[in-house]
């Protein structure tokens, strides 16, 4: 598995990076792939080489933009002991905090940082005999976590709504002044702060998982945005919701762990009761079971049926188990004594 890795570094490589645009801006002109034609400039010819290759071959770049310094792998030395990766050609040592790697595969550099890209290598992949379910939320808690062997739930994220609104409120005032370059530096920190969060939170979920024993099982959300029927207040909260970002960390996370991650149709998991399987009603966050009468939060219900779904279960599948009606669900799941807990606030 490749995974690349951000570094700060605390030089000065205005002057190279300034060369690197410049032959950039030939490779894009003239397509050159010879260091030699570029050799005026001053720029070391292994990463002249990289960046001749990059931008020289692509079809679609028309002008360069944000040039990085790029060094291959045989211009990099690892050292394991001390945790120090180090490149000659720019006089620059990085030190290391990341899991152990079998190679650095090549380095970015800019103004700022470093991007490190490495292979580690695969753990395997161990079958779970059961899940915990993952449901991810536009509205509320980000993540709601369900154990239906346990009962357990977790309830993550509730903070990342309220970043969205606040900064959505920020950037409104100084459009409206006509800030635009703030604009988009608060953009920017609403990334981070959101990125950080999803950080947490996967690193979180994995944790639950590999304690447990269990795989990860969550719903395969492709294409929401444009099949969800989207009322207009909750067409921002959904369009600003950075759930294939959560689910990409908990993905590679999850991989690193050795754990199962698997996942299924979307349709009615909030809707199914996960006490006897029959369609029941949901009025915002509440649901109801009009036949069994079992009453829950409407994102823990669909957490345990999205880790009791089995996988490859198509939405006809769905749609005739419930005009049936399952009765196969554990009631261990749906104990009125679980216990509902927050790790820690996110």
Known sequence: MILTYKVRHDRDFSTELRMARQVADFAVKHRSFSSKDVKHIGLKSMIANQILRKYGRSKTIKKARNVNLIVPSQGIKADHSKHIINVPCLKLSLPYRFPDFEKVNQIEVDGEYAYISVSIPDVEIK?????????????????????????????????????????????????????????????????????????????????????????????????????????????????????????TFIGYKAKLQGV?????????????????????????????????????NADVNASFNIAKRQIGVTQSDIERDMSE??????????????????????
């Open 127 to 247: 079958e779970p005999s059961h899940y915990i379910g993952v449901d991810l939320n536009a509205t509320g808690h980000a993540a709601v976590v369900g154990n239906p062997q346990t009962g357990k739930i977790w309830k993550l994220g509730k903070r990342c709504q309220h970043v969205h609104k606040k900064y959505k409120n920020i950037r409104r005032r100084l459009q409206k002044l006509g800030k635009y370059g703030m604009v988009k530096k608060i953009k920017d920190r609403e990334s981070r702060i959101v990125r950080d969060l999803n950080h947490k939170m996967s690193r979180k979920i994995v944790e639950i998982a590999k304690e447990a024993g269990c795989g990860i099982k969550m719903e395969d959300l492709k294409g929401i945005r444009k099949t969800t029927k989207q009322a207009k207040s909750f067409r921002y909260s959904l369009n600003s919701w950075s759930f294939y970002q959560l689910r």
């Open 260 to 296: 199962a991650v698997a996942h299924i149709e979307p349709a009615y998991t909030s809707k199914t009761c996960s006490r006897c399987g029959h369609m029941g009603n949901r009025n915002g966050k509440a649901f109801k079971c009009p036949y069994c009468g079992y009453v829950e």
């Open 325 to 346: 009606g399952s009765t196969d669900a554990p009631q261990m799941a749906t104990s009125r004594t679980m216990a509902t807990i927050e790790p820690h606030r996110l």
